[in-house]
């Protein structure tokens, strides 16, 4: 009997161990760091414990910004790329000739490496002294003045990471709901339709409670993402976001340990953990409102 129990935990030994020696161990590496002042990182010594490492956090300008940077890039991509998932998936599984094609294209963007789509980007909005971008000649076609995207105003640059972005995680979440909208059984539909149902009823009470997990899965999973974004800005804007005025939760952390301000893993640490504070806040917020909004 007790061979019985114990053989189940044998199996997963190997797995507890990789988690715990590269999850676990420096997830609480990270909290004791937070809370060491003047951390040295190579004599492994600090000056005492407290939370200095976290009013420094919050004070700093550039942390200040990158919070904003990021607050913006969540509350505006999160439900514009879901909305346009969702009505692109609809079109798609409306059309019946070509389908298999039209999803191959707007998959194509998600197995596209995201340094070269920042450099189309770049093409698209970049303003040079030879050229002024493709977007700003339609700009000017139309009456409208140059604007740089790239170097410019702060508008304008975010204009242009909000567009970037939501252009990267459409097809995921396109295939995702394309998938969720064919798993809706064909007799729900037939039943409306022989009641006389509105399309537009159909789709509130039958399409969108029926794929509602999935919507909430990407919501979710979209609000994670877009709070550890990093490398989509450094494609646009190059590896000095704080210049640039376009730094991330991400990009601060990861300056504080390697970049221009390298050398401070205790406010890196400080900083990752305000960091999961939003995210695990924010997704407790999206959980308890799901319990009211997602039909499973």
Known sequence: MKQSKLKPWLY????????????????ID??????????????????????YNYRYVLRDPYFVQA???????????????????????????????LRNLFQTVYFLPYVTNTLAVGLVFM????KTEYSDGMVNLLIKAFGGEAVDFIDGPHWAK?????????????????????????????????????DGTRPSRIFFRITLPMISPM???LIITGFIGAFKAYSDEVALFGVDLNSAGMNTMVGYIYDMLYGNSGGYPSFASAAALILFAVVFTITCINLMVSRSRVQY
């Open 158 to 194: 975010m204009l242009v990471m909000c567009i970037y972005t939501v252009w990267i995680v459409l097809p995921f979440k396109i295939l995702i709901l394309t998938s969720a909208l064919a798993s809706v059984k064909e007799d729900y539909y037939k039943a409306a339709r022989v």
């Open 12 to 27: 997963l030994l190997p797995a507890i161990i990789f988690l715990g020696v590269f999850m676990v161990y420096p997830l």
């Open 30 to 51: 990270v909290v004791v760091y937070s809370f060491e002042e003047g951390y040295n990182f190579v004599s492994q010594t600090s000056n005492g414990t407290g939370l």
């Open 123 to 126: 093409v698209l909005f970049k």
């Open 67 to 97: 919070l904003k940077n990021t607050f913006v890039l969540v509350i505006i991509t999160v439900p514009v790329s879901t909305g346009l998932a969702l009505l692109i998936s609809l079109a798609l599984s409306s059309v019946k000739p």
């Open 215 to 217: 919507i909430f899965y």
